[in-house]
């Protein structure tokens, strides 16, 4: 399929902050967006951009390659979906271009492609690059690039990005097209964004609590399913107050202020307090950032910071 | 309003196990339900129980107490809700009562009621109580009676109900009321009950990882807000991967094995467990039974169980 026109994508860009005027334009400009490297997350995002429903697309071009998931995407969105042997084509028929190789691809790949200053964004997911490279090999200016990591339950829309906007908050179209995967929170330089990524690697950690809460259960004569029914509903139901809150600074310890205290909830989060289970958080929290900052390996003992 | 017909429901309570039947029955048979004392925890009840779409319910009466709580359920569903000043009027016009009043008061109300050991289903919310203290009071046979806890959500049809079922798995009616409000865990003796209401009574731990992982990303350099919704969507997105591996026995586990061995997921596990933070899971539950059972005040320090 060919490309639909894309004179109002730059009009879009060169926009004021004026947030009105940008919900006006998403509503009425198709993006088109194109995928370099197509992995498991650009399959996640990709799948999640055709899915929702917030901002219209138009047009999806993806790299060949990895052919599975470039094949299954185009059998899913036939409309939506073109597929391309060169990059060099991704980029020419789309404005918003998704780059998702490996870490050791990044130079390489974008010094080999041609990049349009004023049509097009560039969102770079190689966790190991930096705003300046990308800016370097890409030959575009620091307003038009972009970092991006999100969870793989973008494909639902149900999960979280972070970007890097270190030259503006709020970018237009990029900020709507990450809420509606499922959220957005913006770095705004390299250290905040590290930071970010430290919270999205507690998923190992959360699941060997629900274990820990599970085999409890299963020590004291219930089934394994049962406890496990019981555990995931019960985390699904606090989960569920947690996110009434969580757009309110304080609203984790207002739920926490809600426990009777001197009650078994209250006694609960004491005593995990004084066993260091939380210092325990801190110091895990420290390795991963050491590790994303290339300081560490993250093995321990580590100084919570 | 008077109650309606009541003879439905005695064919029910004789029924057998068959889960055919008993499917076929509720979506026939409307239930009459009523609450001797109002609190807190039986308006979150009742309000589910008005609000749910799975079981007819023809007919809701309450007790006065507390005054406030039974005008507000009755205002909002004047077609169903009776308000009573007599406890024994909620027995004689309801089939399924809920009893929640205060543990000094079981024994005494209970003992000034008059029960219809064919037609009544006695279900205790008073944690302190055991089924044969209320069989005593209530002179109910013991397939007549249940005890149950169950989480404030329940009004939205989210929470989770405990039920102890000693003489009989699945009990009619009751087992899908409590499906109805969010989900039903059946124990089958006192130690399986007590050991359920030990993982209900980790909210204020759970919140207190929440706050922690906030101000990990405080400290540094996010927003409060920003950092807090980061935290609520992600254990959001988290959750929902849980629920849905919930009635598989091993599902955590599974959700564990799909960290990449070495990486920054399955290294802030290790390091979680490596610094203790699970042991004083253990110890945290430990402690709260302990002190459900009367065995302690459940003050540290307490050897894992």
Do not use: W
Not at 6 to 13: A, K, P, V
Not at 71 to 81: G, H, I, Y
Not at 272 to 288: F, P, S, W
């Amino acid at each position: 399929m060919s490309p639909p026109e894309t004179e109002f994508i730059t009009l879009y860009h060169s926009s004021s902050d004026d947030s009105e005027s940008t919900s006006l334009g998403t509503s009425l400009t198709p993006q088109r967006i194109g995928f370099v490297g197509f992995g498991t997350i650009a399959s996640a995002i990709a799948t999640g951009l055709a899915t929702q429903q917030s901002v219209p697309i138009s047009y999806l071009a993806v790299s060949r390659r990895s052919e599975k998931r470039s094949s299954a995407l185009q059998k899913s969105f036939p409309d939506l979906v073109s597929i391309h042997d060169d990059n060099q084509q991704v980029v020419d028929t789309a404005d918003i271009i998704f780059l998702c190789v490996l870490p050791e691809q990044t130079s390489s790949v974008l010094q080999k492609l041609k990049f349009d200053a004023h049509r097009h964004t560039l969102v770079s997911l190689v966790s190991t690059s930096t705003i300046e490279d990308l800016c370097r090999d890409a030959q575009l200016p620091p307003e038009r690039v972009f970092k991006m990591i999100c969870l793989p339950a973008v494909a639902r829309c149900n999960g979280i990005c972070l970007l890097l906007t270190p030259t503006q908050k709020d970018p237009p179209i990029l900020t709507e097209l990450c809420e509606a995967l499922g959220g957005c929170v913006q770095a705004r330089d390299a250290q905040q964004m590290s930071a970010l990524m430290v919270t999205t690697c507690l998923m190992g950690s959360f699941y060997g609590v629900l274990r820990n809460n599970r085999e409890f259960l299963v020590r004291h004569g219930l089934d394994r399913d049962q406890a496990s029914f019981l555990v995931g509903r019960l985390y699904d139901s606090m989960v569920q107050d947690a996110v009434q809150v969580q757009k309110d600074p304080n609203g984790f310890d207002q739920l926490i202020a809600e426990q009777t205290p001197g009650g078994l909830n209250d006694q609960g989060l004491r005593n995990l307090e004084a066993l260091g289970a939380l210092d325990a958080y801190d110091q895990v929290q420290t390795a991963i950032l050491s590790r994303i900052l290339g300081e560490s390996d993250g093995s321990l003992p580590f100084e919570s910071r």
